[in-house]
């Protein structure tokens, strides 16, 4: 029989993506609840199938090869989706139970997801939440995330994506800070003005916006600030020492009570979206689409959204 007739070892490549993962045979076999010789051998069996070897092994030491990283992410998705599959099928007569581990933005998930978890908790009591808050663009299948939520223009990826709202960037400052240094009237302005800047964009430095009629201008202003999260710059803002592109999630409230005022209104930097993350397989535990559902209701009418009026 070919090896295209074969049907695939699924449980070598599920012992192949848990050894990667706990980098040990022991280990593996452990959390699998297997024999040590039954993980050996099925590694074995799957590198004598495929012709060449998994992992360099050491006295010391079990990492990946070379060619097995190439085959890692599928065989970690193999394990995820069987074990997705065998939950949903047991769960239909089920309340949702179990551990959901999210990622989300450090600044958003602290002012925002927090908001919404004791409605969630109390409506599925059997769930429990792990979070990480993290401006860091985690991988989701790598390190066993079930979703994430981003704030970001999202690139083409393999992994599905909901978008909950939409976030605009606002260039802001406080009123003493444009009654001292005057109000730009064009973004080639800024030139002549401090930015306090956040170095997670596309782009560090480079501000873009977009004119109805006007068309596009990009400028890179002098930067008193660098930093990795955004609400560390909200004091310098509030006391005069620079403009910020900030989102208008983490500032609408001062904008409202006149802390801060928008500059620029005619002009518009690109806007983002809050964006639910999800590995690629649409098999999900039931308590995973408990929580996605949930997340999408709270976020569907977000408290920033209609605020800010650019007129």
């Known amino acids: 029989m070919t090896m295209k007739n074969r049907l695939p070892d699924l449980e070598a490549w599920a012992i192949f993506a848990k050894v990667a993962e706990l980098g040990s045979f022991s280990r593996a076999a452990v959390e699998l609840g297997l024999s040590n010789p039954t993980v050996s051998k099925a590694i074995t069996r799957l590198e004598l199938r495929l ?25 970690t998705r193999i394990l ?113 003005h401090c930015a306090l800047g956040y170095t997670g964009g596309p782009a560090r430095g480079i501000w873009k916006f977009t004119h109805p009629t006007l068309g596009d201008e990009t400028v890179e202003p002098p930067v008193k600030i660098w930093t990795d999260n955004a609400d560390i710059l909200n004091p310098a803002l509030m006391a005069g020492q620079g403009l910020a592109l900030q989102p208008d999630f983490m500032v609408w409230k001062d904008v409202e009570a006149g802390r801060l005022e928008i500059g620029l209104r005619e002009w518009s930097a690109n806007p983002l979206g809050l964006f639910l993350v999800t590995p690629p397989s649409p098999l999900r535990p039931l308590r995973v689409k408990a929580v996605i559902e949930h997340l999408a209701r709270e976020f569907s009418h977000a408290p920033w959204a209609g605020t800010l009026s650019a007129e």
């Open 80 to 192: 995820q989706e069987a074990r997705a599959l065998e939950e949903e099928a047991s769960e239909q007569t089920e309340a949702p139970r179990g551990v959901v581990r999210i990622s989300a933005p450090l600044s958003f998930g602290t002012a925002y997801l927090g908001g919404t978890l004791p409605t969630l908790l109390q409506t599925y009591p059997e769930i429990t939440l792990e979070l990480a808050l993290s401006d860091r663009k985690v991988d989701l299948i790598a390190e066993g995330f079930d979703m994430a939520l981003r704030i970001a223009s999202l690139e083409d990826s393999s992994l599905l994506a909901r978008r909950l709202a939409t976030v605009r960037i606002l260039l802001v400052g406080s009123p003493d800070y444009f009654a001292k240094h005057g109000r730009p009237s064009r973004p080639c302005d800024l030139t002549n």
């Open 51 to 75: 012709g060449f070897s998994l992992f360099a092994r050491t006295s010391r030491r079990l990492s990946v090869t070379e060619a097995g990283r190439s085959s890692l992410e599928r065989a």
